[in-house]
């Protein structure tokens, strides 16, 4: 009967094999949310690894960053954005009192999170109040006993005190009623309403995020808004124009892009412009033609006989 071998290599399943060692320090710790993210591509995960290893105070700029990487700064400036888009970071420009602009970086290791110098502190509990020392029972006074103490009189009744009523209470005062929330600034309205002008209003709208990423607005606002920015384009603005109007000179902080915007729409809508006066196209003058009656030169398209000798009868010459 044949023996059975049973020293036969085992049998390992297809993929990856992870070999971990333990690290006691220079390590970082990276969220699978970030490191298998669906959405970013692999340059944006590696370059938020990359800025979430640094310590703080590190420049993270394009070109630092470009100094640092072989991928170039259009890749590393599409990475940033994408970083900035999912929330894993944020830029915000600042103006210093000498008129000096910067730029304000922050790295978030989870979407939404709070840097721990912006956390509040807990408020540590009261201090509690030692309790005080009791009071000295001060000693009972000895009694004579040659002489009989003396029987006091017994104390007469008092009357009975009755206890004031008290007031009724008084009926609780009808709270005011809130203040209603502020109506939305309005925005001008076209004369005439065109399809293809109002998706190109709303399209304006709705791109105004990739432009500066404050004026990000919901679709709500967006179809609010596009009436105004039909009547700048009724009123011959350009896209371009529009754009431009809207986004120069944002403030630091917009609290309410949508208001912003609204604002704008209106305090800026441009004049209605005249109608564009043409000039005629030149006419050319006709030629000049001789007279071959009288040998007068006159203009005329065609030769022949000048107009005093038409008149008369005579077409050729005598």
């Avoid at 310590?55 to 590393?76: N, S, Y």
């Avoid at 609010?224 to 350009?238: D, I, K, M, N």
Wanted: aromatic share 4%; net charge neutral.
């Amino acid at each position: 009967m044949a023996s059975e071998h049973f020293n036969a290599r085992p049998v390992f399943p297809s993929g990856v094999r992870h070999a971990h060692v333990k690290h006691t320090s220079h390590f970082t710790v990276i969220g699978n949310h970030l490191a298998q993210h669906r959405e970013l591509s692999l340059t944006a995960i590696g370059l938020a690894v990359y800025i979430q290893s640094v310590p703080g105070g590190t420049r993270i700029g394009i070109k630092e960053l470009d100094a640092r990487f072989p991928e170039g700064e259009i890749r590393i400036a599409s990475a940033l954005r994408e970083l900035e888009h999912h929330g894993y970071l944020s830029r915000t420009t600042e103006h210093l009192p000498g008129g000096r602009l910067i730029t304000r970086t922050v790295s978030y290791n989870r979407p939404g999170a709070v840097p721990e110098q912006e956390q509040p502190r807990p408020t540590p509990p009261p201090t509690p109040t030692p309790p005080l020392p009791p009071l000295p029972t001060p000693p009972r006074p000895r009694r004579r006993r040659t002489e009989p103490a003396a029987v006091a009189p017994a104390p007469e009744p008092e009357a009975e005190v009755r206890p004031e009523p008290e007031p009724e209470p008084e009926p609780p005062a009808e709270a005011a009623p809130a203040a209603p929330a502020p109506a939305p600034a309005p925005v001008p309205a076209p004369s005439d309403v065109s399809p293809a002008r109002r998706r190109a209003a709303t399209e304006l709208l709705a791109r105004l995020r990739r432009v500066d990423h404050r004026l990000l607005l919901g679709e709500r606002d967006i179809h609010r808004l596009a009436p105004g920015v039909e009547s700048w384009l009724e009123r011959g603005a350009s896209a371009d124009a529009v754009v431009c109007a809207l986004t120069a000179n944002l403030p630091a902080q917009p609290r309410n892009p949508a208001g912003l915007i609204a604002h704008r729409l209106s305090a800026q809508l441009p004049p209605l412009l005249g109608p564009v006066h043409r000039a005629h196209d030149y006419v050319p003058p006709d030629p000049f033609q001789t007279c071959p009656a009288c040998d007068r030169a006159f203009r005329s398209p065609a030769p022949g006989t000048c107009g005093d000798c038409a008149e008369i009868g005579i077409t050729h010459a005598a």
